[in-house]
C-alpha cells in the first residue's frame, strides 16, 4: 500500500508556518511524508474589531476545523493557547509538543521611565491588559490585533510606549526587539508556549504518526492549565492566567491561576504546590476555590459587561 501523505493544515502567518514546518520536519525525520496546506483565518482577516467581539472562541482554529471536517487537510497545528477547551466533534488532540517560554514580553519604544508614570501600551489580549491595569493603573490599554509581524510595525507607526508580546512567537521566528524586558510578574495565558497538533479522531493512520511527537510532561501541565480555564469561563472570554511548573527533584508541581476583573482591580488568585499524582482534578479544584471566592460573581460580571 503506497504511504499516505499528511496533508498539514496552518495558518499563513510566519509564525504559523514556522510551527508547521517544525512538525513537518518531526514527521519526515520519522519516516512519514508530508505536505503543508496553507489558508487565512477569519481572526487574521478581521483586524478592525476587538477579538472578544468576535466570538472569540475559535477564531483562529474555525477555518482550519472546516479544512480537516472537509478532509481538505490531514492534522492542523496550533498555538495551543488559541485552541478553544472543547475541540469540534470529530477533531481530536493528537499531540503536544515540548513547551518553549512561557513568559510575556513587553517591547517598548525609548526608555521605560513611563513605568514610573503615565504610559499607554497596547495588546489585543483581555488577560494582558488586566494584569497591566491591575499592577499600572495609570496607564491607558488600547487594542492591537494581527500576526507578530504586523503587530511589531504598528507599534513602530504608533506613539504607544510598547506592546505586550508572548516571548515563545518572537524567539521562534527571531523577531525580538532591542528594547524588551521580560514580564515574570504576568501569569501567562493556559498552554502558553505550547503547540498543539490536531487530527481527525478516526484516521488511525495520522494519529499514529502525530503521537510520536506527543511530550507527557507538556501534556499534563497544558491539561491542568485548560481544565482551569475551561471551568471558570464557560465559554466566556475573560482574563485568566494559568502556568504549571513540574519540579522534578521531588515529584511536584507548583500551579498558579488568576482571574481578574477587566478593569484589573480585582484579582482572584490561587497558588498551591501538589504532588504529581494529583493532577488529573488540579485545574478543576482551583477553579472551584476561586468560583467560591468570588470568583462567580466577577465572571457573570464580565459576560455582563462583554455582551454590552
Not at 30 to 35: A, C
Not at 64 to 71: E, F, R, Y
Not at 221 to 227: C, D, P, S, V
Request: overall charge negative; some cysteine.
Amino acid at each position: 500500500m503506497a504511504q499516505k501523505v499528511i496533508r498539514i493544515g496552518t495558518r499563513d502567518s510566519e509564525l504559523a508556518l514556522w510551527q508547521a514546518h517544525t512538525v513537518q520536519k518531526k514527521l519526515n525525520d520519522l519516516g512519514y511524508k508530508t505536505e503543508i496546506v496553507a489558508v487565512k483565518s477569519q481572526g487574521d482577516i478581521v483586524l478592525d474589531k476587538p477579538l472578544y467581539e468576535l466570538g472569540i472562541t475559535g477564531i483562529f482554529t474555525k477555518t482550519l476545523d472546516i479544512a480537516m471536517l472537509n478532509g481538505d487537510v490531514d492534522i492542523a497545528v496550533h498555538s495551543m493557547k488559541d485552541v478553544p477547551t472543547a475541540l469540534p466533534i470529530g477533531i481530536v488532540q493528537g499531540a503536544v509538543l515540548e513547551r518553549a517560554n512561557t513568559v510575556d514580553v513587553l517591547a517598548y519604544k525609548g526608555n521605560l521611565d513611563f513605568l514610573k508614570g503615565e504610559g499607554t501600551i497596547a495588546t489585543g489580549s483581555l488577560r494582558r491588559q488586566a494584569q497591566w491595569l491591575n499592577k499600572y493603573p495609570n496607564h491607558k490599554v488600547v487594542d492591537l490585533r494581527g500576526n507578530v509581524n504586523l503587530r511589531m510595525r504598528k507599534l513602530a507607526d504608533n506613539d504607544w510606549n510598547g506592546a505586550v508580546f508572548a516571548a515563545a512567537g518572537l524567539e521562534r521566528i527571531n523577531l525580538y526587539p532591542e528594547n524588551h524586558i521580560a514580564l515574570d510578574w504576568m501569569i501567562p495565558a493556559p498552554a502558553q508556549g505550547a503547540m498543539l497538533v490536531v487530527a481527525m479522531g478516526n484516521d488511525n493512520y495520522t494519529l499514529d504518526a502525530v503521537r510520536e511527537l506527543n511530550h507527557i510532561e507538556t501534556e499534563i501541565a497544558t491539561y491542568i492549565e485548560r481544565q482551569f480555564l475551561k471551568t471558570l469561563e464557560g465559554g466566556c472570554t475573560a482574563p485568566i492566567g494559568a502556568l504549571v511548573r513540574y519540579n522534578e527533584d521531588d515529584d511536584t508541581l507548583h500551579f498558579q491561576g488568576v482571574l481578574f476583573s477587566l478593569d484589573g482591580k480585582q484579582k482572584l488568585e490561587v497558588d498551591k504546590v501538589v504532588a504529581i499524582s494529583e493532577w488529573k482534578k488540579l485545574g478543576y479544584n482551583s477553579a472551584e476555590e476561586i468560583l467560591n471566592n468570588g470568583g462567580a460573581e466577577l465572571m457573570k460580571t464580565i459576560k455582563e459587561t462583554m455582551k454590552k
